[in-house]
């Protein structure tokens, strides 16, 4: 619970921790006669409904009542143009090295003095559903874009009467609330890819020039994973689910970029269906440090419609739909056309009731955190036994870009994303020590490669078999070969075979390339991006290692 409220004017005044130019500015926006209130669900419905830009489907929603919708509700779609994913390099944040915090207030004020003629809606949710963890957001987002509105009201939690008790009885926190500001039609000359700003120490952002529905998302999170890290809590950009085994209870997390199968993982239900799974997310959570409990931060789901026909079950949970096609079925029914046939990225916000046994909160400490990769040079599944590699492989987190990524270039290079987070606004290195103190505290890690390894494709049938075998405890590891620390689990249709010098070379191409990265960190002069030196050390040793090996061969 955000406590604002409990400081007198004077107070505030006084408070550097709590105002700063571009907070004011965001939040006085909020305040002006061109800013229309919007209370409930039903309301933002209605808007997005009768949008000029709003296809209405005949698909019905699901579980209205609890949802507090209409009881004809019907799914909305809304489109986009050439941009239909993130737009990273639009992103600027107050605190970074070279980010100009006088140069770019200016622009702000300009931007929005100049969006005044413009009528604005906002509104209000919770982000953090446990009374461990909740702060109030609030959005003010330009008309014309009222989907986008609708479709944040549902992918948070809205705030209701009922919703606001709750909030009450949550940790307090001394803290701002969450404001956002976001007109996608500023245009500047400077900024002709847009300007996602960010002041995440006094919690505001402004998101203009940017059409895309998840930019006003991961803005949201952005600045709760960064209260959340000042506050005591690791930040996730992950999956959490939980297996119960009777005896014992198995709780895992799963980290990864959009598109490396993270949502398959986490929300994929047991092949025995005598172990119940419980969910508690598959992209954003945060873990308590001091009790390793862990909370959601949304109730909703916000997942690619590429694995989903319209004779999926999942189609019935969704809400709202972007970037996605629309055409009559048999009985001139307007129904989605959901595989990327239009676009790469077509998103759905689907409800909660997706998941059978979804949980808020999970009061257990975890026991395994997986890191999922696209690495060729690695088996399906490896084991990571030393606490300072598992936080090393997680900083060198290798995977590939998606079409959830509005990104130029090539979508098959690998690339670097320290723990699957491009959302951190705090320095790199305070991540590396939170997660290594969770793995100094016993928690397992492992990796996922969910690409390709020797050609082949690894499926989903053998990730989520190699994870079953980790929850029964039945799955043998053989040592990795040369690179000392690690373990590997033998899949009958994915051999390894250390005596190949083309294979070991791939690894220690990989080991290199990790390297490299970190010593792009470590002459980050100002520090934000370093790393402690026994990460540069550590991934040496692997490599001289392995170079002997190969010399051997």
């Given at each position: 619970m955000t406590t604002v409220g409990q400081f007198s004017r004077s107070e505030l005044?006084?408070?550097?921790?709590?105002l700063s130019p571009i907070k004011v500015t965001v939040e006085s926006a909020f305040y002006g006669n061109n800013v229309r209130e919007i209370p409930d669900l039903t309301t933002a419905y209605n808007l997005a409904k009768e949008a000029k830009n709003t296809i209405v489907t005949d698909l019905p929603v699901a579980h209205t009542k609890e949802l507090g919708l209409p009881d004809d509700a019907k799914v909305l779609v809304s489109n986009d143009g050439k941009i239909f994913g993130r737009t990273a390099k639009a992103r600027r944040i107050i605190g970074e090295p070279g980010v100009d915090e006088n140069y770019y207030a200016g622009i702000l004020r300009e931007a929005i003095f100049n969006g005044q003629d413009k009528t604005f809606y906002k509104g209000t949710t919770i982000v953090g559903l446990s009374e461990d963890?909740?702060?109030?957001?609030?959005?003010?987002?330009?008309?014309?874009?009222?989907?986008?509105?609708?479709?944040?009201?549902?992918?948070?939690?809205?705030?209701?009467?009922?919703?606001?008790?709750?909030?009450?009885?949550?940790?307090?926190?001394?803290?701002?609330?969450?404001?956002?500001?976001?007109?996608?039609?500023?245009?500047?000359?400077?900024?002709?890819?847009?300007?996602?700003?960010?002041?995440?120490?006094?919690?505001?952002?402004a998101i203009l020039g940017l059409r895309y529905f998840g930019e006003l998302k991961k803005a949201t999170l952005t600045l709760a994973w960064a209260t959340a890290h000042r506050n005591n809590f690791v930040a996730c950009h992950g999956g959490m689910k939980q297996y119960d085994l009777g005896d014992k209870k198995f709780t895992m997390a799963a980290f990864g970029l959009s598109g490396s199968g993270k949502s398959t993982i986490t929300l994929a239900k047991h092949q025995d269906a005598d172990i119940p799974v419980k969910v508690l997310h598959d992209d954003a959570f945060v873990i308590n440090k001091s009790s390793g409990s862990t909370t959601a931060l949304e109730p909703s789901y916000f997942d690619k419609t590429q694995d989903y026909p319209m004779d999926s079950d999942a189609v019935k949970y969704f809400l709202t739909v972007q970037n996605v096609g629309v055409t009559l079925d048999h009985n001139n029914q307007k129904v989605l056309v959901t595989?990327?046939?239009?676009?790469?990225?077509?998103?759905?916000?689907?409800?909660?009731?997706?998941t059978e046994n979804r949980v808020d909160f999970l009061p257990e400490k975890i026991d395994a955190i997986f890191w999922i990769m696209k690495d060729d040079s690695l088996p399906p599944l490896v084991k990571i036994s030393d606490p300072d590699l598992a936080t090393l492989f997680g900083v060198t987190l290798a995977t590939k870009r998606s079409t959830a990524e509005n990104v130029s270039g090539n979508l098959d290079q690998l690339v670097m994303e320290p723990f699957a987070n491009p959302f951190?606004?705090?320095?790199?290195?305070?991540?590396?020590?939170a997660f290594k103190d969770l793995f100094n505290q016993g928690v397992a890690c492992y990796i996922l490669n969910t690409g390709f390894f020797n050609?082949?494709?690894?499926?989903?049938?053998?990730?989520?078999?190699?994870?079953?075998?980790?929850?029964?405890?039945?799955?043998?590891?053989?040592?990795?070969?040369?690179?000392?620390?690690?373990?590997?689990?033998?899949?009958?249709?994915?051999?390894?075979?250390?005596?190949?010098?083309?294979?070991?070379?791939?690894?220690?191409?990989?080991?290199?390339?990790?390297?490299?990265?970190?010593?792009?960190?470590?002459?980050?002069?100002?520090?934000?991006?370093?790393?402690?030196?026994?990460?540069n050390e550590l991934m040496e040793s692997l490599i001289?290692?392995?170079?002997?090996?190969?010399?051997?061969?």
């Open positions: 005044k006084k408070s550097n921790t709590l963890f909740s702060v109030k957001a609030h959005l003010c987002l330009a008309e014309g874009y009222e989907n986008n509105f609708y479709s944040w009201m549902l992918n948070f939690q809205v705030l209701t009467e009922e919703v606001n008790k709750e909030y009450e009885k949550s940790a307090p926190l001394a803290e701002n609330d969450l404001y956002l500001y976001a007109n996608p039609d500023w245009r500047h000359p400077d900024f002709p890819d847009g300007l996602a700003l960010f002041d995440p120490k006094h919690n505001v952002a595989e990327d046939i239009r676009n790469g990225n077509g998103r759905t916000v689907k409800s909660r009731y997706l951190r606004s705090y320095p790199l290195g305070e991540d590396y020590s050609g082949r494709k690894v499926t989903p049938k053998d990730t989520l078999g190699a994870i079953d075998a980790i929850i029964k405890n039945t799955a043998e590891f053989k040592d990795f070969g040369p690179v000392k620390r690690l373990s590997y689990l033998p899949l009958e249709n994915h051999p390894v075979d250390f005596h190949d010098v083309g294979y070991l070379n791939k690894i220690k191409e990989r080991l290199v390339a990790r390297l490299s990265f970190i010593n792009e960190k470590k002459q980050d002069s100002n520090g934000y991006h370093a790393l402690p030196k026994e990460a001289l290692d392995l170079a002997q090996k190969i010399s051997e061969e």
